[in-house]
């Protein structure tokens, strides 16, 4: 068996929908390093202040919330995801911080978060967006946790258009993803409530990144 079929065997064991078990631990560990320069362009859309009150939808390793935590001063992250394994290997990449009281992390839905209204200054999800049960009822769901003017990232690999390889094609079919175009990616934040939406395209990788404002 080659490393690249290796590398299949432990992400359909793993199950990236929902991480489980060993085979979840080591492809959560590859997709901490994998999505290390994703991630750093995402992120370089936002201005930090040091203080804020920060979420992440998905938290998977761990590895969003580490390089968040370097921007985070005085403030607070927060991770989230519906994978026990994910929370358990998220917590442990940020055992220092956690230990710290800077961070907690929560196995939980974004059907349902399990936070007030108003809550966070900044919300990111990576890699993940694919994987929710409703999109666009979730989408809501983020809005009423952030804050007014906060801002919320999603970030992915993966979008609809017409490049996306023979490869790429057969894991969204394989993993039922759901994967918008950028016009439907507007749309539906748009729809979700949020007035202001940039659609952000790094051409070289073709990765994308939605930034949704809510409202003053």
Known sequence: MTKEEKQKAVTAAGNPAKPTGEAGEQMLARMNESHAPLT?????????????????????????????????????????????????????????????????????????????????????????FYFWPNPQE???????????????????????HDGLSAEVRENIKRYHLYNPTPETFETIFRDAGFPSVQVHIEKDHRWICIEGQKKQ
Not at 65 to 91: C, E, K, N, P
Not at 138 to 159: D, Q
């Open 138 to 160: 979730n989408l809501k769901e983020v809005r009423r946790v952030l804050k007014p003017g906060g801002t919320f990232l999603l970030i992915a690999e993966i979008y609809g």
């Open 40 to 128: 750093a362009w995402g992120l370089s859309h936002f201005t930090w202040r040091g203080d804020e009150a920060v979420l992440d939808i998905g938290c998977g390793g761990g590895a969003n919330l580490r390089r968040m935590s370097a921007h985070v001063t005085t403030g607070h992250l927060t991770g989230i995801d519906y994978s026990a394994t994910s929370v358990q290997t998220s917590r442990q990449t940020n055992a220092a911080a956690i230990a710290a009281g800077k961070m907690e992390i929560y196995e939980g839905s974004v059907e349902a978060l399990p936070f007030a209204d108003n809550t966070f200054d900044k919300i990111t999800t990576v890699e993940s």
